[in-house]
Nanobody
Framework: VQLQASGGGLVQAGGSLRLSCTASGSTFSITSDGWYRQAPGKQRELVAV???????NYADSVKGRFTISRDNAKNTVYLQMNSLKPEDTAVYYC?????????WGEGTQVTVSS
């Protein structure tokens, strides 16, 4: 499985961005997809995850502001980020899991200016 993320950028506080992550390869084996982020000097943390059945889970810090979704026909997972805050600044990584291992895409930088 290969993952290609896009959609990062620079935005002012209160603005919105949408990240996309397109999977290729053995996508039939994927059981869940997620987005993680890593800010400078901090550990990578879970932002949002969506299961194969469509169930979602979010970090408390993004609940009500971020939405994860999937378009199965396009093998693409999205992260809609609204009401962005400076503390959302990080490198965002998309993730996919099958029954054996996680897969990671290259990170995409999100910078929120105050």
């Amino acid at each position: 499985v290969q993952l290609q993320a896009s959609g990062g950028g620079l935005v002012q506080a209160g603005g919105s961005l949408r990240l996309s992550c397109t999977a290729s390869g053995s996508t039939f084996s994927i059981t869940s997809d997620g987005w993680y982020r890593q800010a400078p000097g901090k550990q990578r943390e879970l932002v949002a995850v969506i299961s194969g059945g469509g169930s979602t889970n979010y970090a408390d810090s993004v609940k009500g502001r971020f939405t994860i979704s999937r378009d199965n026909a396009k093998n693409t997972v999205y992260l809609q980020m609204n009401s962005l805050k400076p503390e959302d600044t990080a490198v965002y990584y998309c993730n996919a899991d099958d029954s054996f291992r996680p897969y990671w895409g290259e990170g995409t930088q999100v910078t929120v200016s105050s």
